[in-house]
């Protein structure tokens, strides 16, 4: 089993920039397939990016690309989504999960674990 707690959300102005953590605690973190999601108020929860075990391989949604990028560092037990050019439609709770199997998951169902979330607030 593993626990993610996710940080570094806030407030933020159009235009700025985040950088959100998530991190993994339990199981051999490079075990996992690791991935970001969001959910905005009275919307579904989206995919947003997902990285390989060993960090070599990232995939983002459109909506994000060139501006988001998903990265890992595997000797910090840590996941990280930096956030650039940031929208009032990024608002959202920002949520990581690990996946056990697989090798770029975009779906929810497969990710086995998943973080409480942080909020992230982009005033226009």
């Known amino acids: 089993q593993v626990q993610l707690v996710e940080s570094g959300g806030g407030l933020v102005q159009a235009g700025g920039s985040l950088t959100l953590s998530c991190a993994a605690s339990?199981?051999?973190?490079?075990?996992?397939?690791m991935g970001w999601f969001r959910q905005a108020p009275g919307k579904e929860r989206e995919f947003i990016a997902t990285i390989s075990r060993s960090g070599g391989r990232t995939y983002c949604t459109d909506s994000v690309k060139g501006r988001f990028t998903i990265s890992r560092d595997n000797a910090k037990n840590t996941v990280y989504l930096q956030m650039n050019s940031l929208k009032a439609e990024d608002t959202a709770v920002y949520h990581c999960?690990?996946?056990?199997?697989?090798?770029?998951?975009?779906?929810?169902?497969?990710?086995?674990?998943w973080g409480q979330g942080t909020q992230v607030t982009v005033s226009s």
């Open positions: 339990g199981r051999t973190f490079s075990y996992y397939v």
């Open positions: 999960a690990a996946a056990a199997f697989g090798e770029m998951v975009v779906h929810q169902k497969g990710y086995d674990y």
